[in-house]
Each structure stands twice: as structure tokens, then as C-alpha cells.
């Protein structure tokens, strides 16, 4: 059998890692493995905080409704329940922003 030596295939694989560290700083930048290296951490830290973004922006949310809640002398968790009892189809995203931006709005809905 010939053997098969991936010339072609191998550079294009490294090059595409190194295109991807442009601007990284230090050795992580050329050499290989190193880079390699770098943007497997990157890539896993960027699905990581992707996941950390969502779960932070929900707390966000809540905690916003939570306090534009207790004015009224209620608490988050009765908000809640009255609000899925009155068959209200709104997120706690648009329930923060109604708080945020249109308070008047939201203690209609109160």
C-alpha cells in the first residue's frame, strides 16, 4: 500500500488553528500545539458562558420584578403564581421590562 502522508490536509487543519489564535498573545499565537490548546479552552469557556449569560440575565429578571413587586407589599413568588392563576402568557424578560421602562403598566397588571 502507498502511504498516505495528510500533507495538504494536515497544513490546512493547523493554519485554520492558527487563523483562529490571531491576536491571542505569546507562543499561543504560533506555535502549535500550544494554540491548539488555547482555542479548545476558548471555545469551551465561550459555550460555558453562553449557558452563565442566560442563567445571569434570568436572576436579572427576576430580582427586577421582585422589586418593583414588594412596593405593592407583595413577593416574587405570589407575583407569580397570580400571574400564571390569571393566565397571563408574559415571560419574566417582558415582566422586567414593563418594570424597568413602564411601571404604570405593570401595576395594572397588579
Do not use: P
Not at 488553528?17 to 494554540?35: C, F, M, N
Not at 469557556?45 to 420584578?65: A, D, G, P, T
Not at 424597568?100 to 403598566?105: E, G, H, T
Amino acid at each position: 500500500m502507498v502511504r498516505i502522508k495528510r500533507g495538504f490536509s494536515a497544513k490546512n487543519r493547523r493554519k485554520k488553528i492558527l487563523k483562529i489564535t490571531k491576536g491571542y498573545r505569546g507562543a499561543s499565537k504560533t506555535l502549535r500545539r500550544d494554540a491548539n490548546q488555547k482555542v479548545l479552552k476558548a471555545l469551551f469557556n465561550s459555550y460555558e458562558h453562553r449557558k452563565y449569560y442566560k442563567r445571569n440575565m434570568r436572576q436579572l429578571w427576576i430580582s427586577r420584578i421582585n422589586a418593583i413587586v414588594r412596593l405593592k407589599n407583595w413577593n416574587y413568588h405570589s407575583f407569580i403564581w397570580y400571574c400564571r392563576t390569571q393566565n397571563y402568557n408574559l415571560n419574566r424578560k417582558v415582566l422586567s421590562q414593563l418594570a424597568l421602562y413602564d411601571k404604570q403598566s405593570f401595576f395594572t397588571i397588579i
